[in-house]
């Protein structure tokens, strides 16, 4: 065991009070807040820290907008911490801190910090549910809830040139483990000491929906059940907050590929963030999938973007353990039947050099 989950994300935004009222709005706990600087936590520990978009203290910009400029990564242990670096400095450069946090960029543009983290335990009491025919919880009333409160930090989601070789990268040098690819649309891979389906997915930057180059999408908040995705859904949109990036589409629903309940709210503080529950939950023993996008991404949402409402007649799921899936999409096209967006100028430079 190593990387035990995300200790801090960092967002750089440009309406510090929006943004910590959508943060309060959504669960998080403040914990510090001054002009130039937001802290909240969640109960695992993990931190969301909002500062200004042009702080000197960020990495520089390379996304439009704003989103999450810095994920850093939890280690266990200092020692597995430096077996880390080793690996991370015989590809990229490595600045390291007084405290012994180490800070780098990822070929694909994504700016990491590994740190040793004493992530706390959550403790979640689960209500038994009740199914006709089949009563397990009896004369007991279930708890009730008044507000989503945040647990975990379960993943973020990251746009990117290329999917594969971002996920190459965590894998050689991070130790991710995979866990299932949408083909053509993207890699989910999780941090080799969580059990949650992905601490992070890969999305193809290439997709019409997507931004042609390196952006932020989402990050994923990990509560309890679909009572607390609820709770949580209302009380946002009671306090004005429109769910997901088009207000057209969304809604509480499930993923296929992960089993997770979720809801997607669009944050003031660049993509959306989710509410997150019911996921599948992984160990070394689990065989990696290869999923037709449409198949794997079939939801209960009342609207689904366009690209992924083809109906898909026939099961299209294979299991991968050995990454073949990756072979067609290594020069970062999309899936049979989608036509991927034009490169974005800065892509287009970036292959003349």
């Excluded at 290869?290 to 939801?299: C, H, I, P, T």
Aim: proline share 6%.
């Amino acid at each position: 065991m190593a990387i035990l989950g995300i200790e801090t994300i960092i967002y750089g935004v440009s309406d510090m009070a929006e943004c910590t009222r959508f943060w309060q709005d959504f669960g998080l706990k403040l914990t510090g807040q001054a002009d130039d600087r937001v802290s909240f936590e969640v109960l695992s520990g993990s931190k969301v820290i909002l500062l200004h978009a042009d702080d000197p203290a960020l990495p520089p910009r390379n996304f439009e907008g704003d989103g999450v400029r810095l994920t850093v990564w939890g280690v266990d242990t200092q020692d597995n911490l430096e077996q880390l670096v080793k690996r991370v400095e015989r590809r990229v450069p490595v600045r390291r801190e007084a405290d012994g946090s180490a800070f780098f960029q990822a070929p694909d543009g994504q700016y990491l910090g590994l740190r040793v983290w004493a992530k706390r335990p959550v403790l979640s009491v689960a209500d038994p549910v009740n199914t006709p025919g089949n009563i397990v919880r009896l004369n007991q009333h279930r708890q009730w809830r008044m507000r989503a409160i945040p647990k975990t930090i379960n993943h973020v989601v990251f746009y990117t040139d290329n999917y594969v070789e971002s996920f190459e990268f965590y894998r050689d040098c991070l130790n991710f483990r995979y866990s299932d690819h949408s083909k053509g649309i993207g890699i989910f891979a999780r941090a080799d000491g969580t059990y949650e389906h992905h601490s992070i997915f890969w999305v193809n930057a290439r997709m019409p929906f997507a931004p042609g180059g390196h952006g932020f999408l989402h990050t994923a908040f990990g509560v309890d059940d679909i009572d607390e995705v609820m709770i949580g859904a209302n009380i946002m949109e009671k306090q004005g907050w429109q769910k997901t990036a088009d207000e057209k589409t969304g809604g509480i629903s499930r993923h296929r590929i992960s089993s997770a309940i979720y809801y997607y709210v669009k944050c003031p503080a660049g993509g959306e963030a989710e509410y997150h529950a019911d996921t599948d939950y992984l160990d070394d023993n689990w065989v990696p999938r290869a999923w037709d996008y449409r198949f794997g991404s079939l939801m209960w949402a009342n609207a689904r973007p366009a690209a992924f409402t083809e109906a898909v007649t026939s099961w299209d799921m294979t299991f991968d353990p050995d990454q073949a899936s990756f072979e067609p999409y290594r020069d970062g096209t999309g899936p049979d039947g989608m036509k991927p967006r034009p490169l974005a100028p800065r892509e287009m430079e970036a292959q003349s050099n």
